[in-house]
């Protein structure tokens, strides 16, 4: 049984500046969603309210048949797993304390952790290729082995809901299309609920299930990949040319910007 994921009537502001405009929209439960606009249109702050740690000005979150502010953080903890843009942790915790702290939902206060806890923390670095990296401190790690230990975290949280908002930030390229093949198993195999936030219209391309295209604000298309996404919109999105391209034995396009 998915949780759904339902954003109603949507607006906020950063002060008095309106940011988002009367948005509304249900993630599609068992799919991976890609978010994708230009910069500044709405999409970090659509993940935040989403993931209830932005209240909305005006509209309503709601996860299943609650309004996701009023869940406790502990039980919402385990319905849905949130990853932020850029975020910030101590440098000198190691991979594995950091990867614990997914587990903080499920701990009992000043308790070590469980062997279930343990084995999602091994589940989660292997799956994010960490293995061996578990002792060394965020300090000591590349950025994208940073980002993977993010990931982890996120990954060791097991909710059956992530919001991921950028996960291939600074990753290369086949760490970024590995992060992706990763989301896609989640859903697949998993039966998870992945929504992630994409610059990389190639990614969006060759991944999403389901899109939702943002522009100032709103949102000008969403659903299913195939209804929602051709190079007119993706040009009138970014306000340049995309053009979309193929190559033998891949049923999805490429994209060239011009
Ligand atoms: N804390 C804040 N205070 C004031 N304005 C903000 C704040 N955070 C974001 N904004 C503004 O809100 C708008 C939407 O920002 P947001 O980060 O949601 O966009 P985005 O689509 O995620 O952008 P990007 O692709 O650059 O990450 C932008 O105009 C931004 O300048």
Request: with cysteine.
């Amino acid at each position: 049984m998915f949780d759904t994921l339902d954003i109603g009537n949507i607006s906020f502001s950063y002060n008095d500046a309106p940011v988002l405009h009367d948005v509304s929209h249900q993630f599609a439960p068992g799919k991976l969603t890609v978010i994708c606009g230009p910069n500044g249109s709405g999409k970090s702050t659509l993940l935040h309210i989403a993931s209830g740690l932005v209240k909305p000005t005006t509209g309503a979150v709601k996860l299943g048949a609650h309004i996701i502010s009023e869940i406790p953080a502990g039980q919402r903890a385990q319905r849905l797993a949130m990853l932020p843009q850029s975020p910030e942790a101590p440098s000198e915790l190691t991979v594995n304390d950091l990867v614990a702290l997914g587990r903080y939902a499920y701990r009992k206060p000043f308790a070590g952790l469980s062997t279930q806890d343990k084995s999602a923390i091994t589940g989660a670095l292997a799956k994010t290729n960490l293995n061996g990296l578990g002792d060394r401190t965020l300090a000591q790690l590349s950025g994208g082995q940073r980002q993977r230990s993010w990931i982890a975290l996120v990954l060791a949280q097991e909710a059956p809901l992530f919001l991921l908002d950028e996960p291939t930030n600074h990753l290369d390229i086949a760490h970024a299309f590995e992060t992706m093949l990763l989301l896609q198993k989640l859903v697949r195999e998993e039966n998870k609920t992945v929504v992630v936030v994409l610059h990389d219209i190639n990614l969006m391309t060759a991944f999403a299930e389901e899109v939702v295209l943002m522009k100032a604000g709103k949102i000008i298309a969403a659903g299913a990949y195939e209804d929602a996404v051709t190079e007119h919109v993706l040009s009138d999105l970014y306000g340049r040319r995309c053009t979309f391209g193929t190559v033998a034995n891949r049923d999805r396009p490429f994209v060239v910007v011009s």
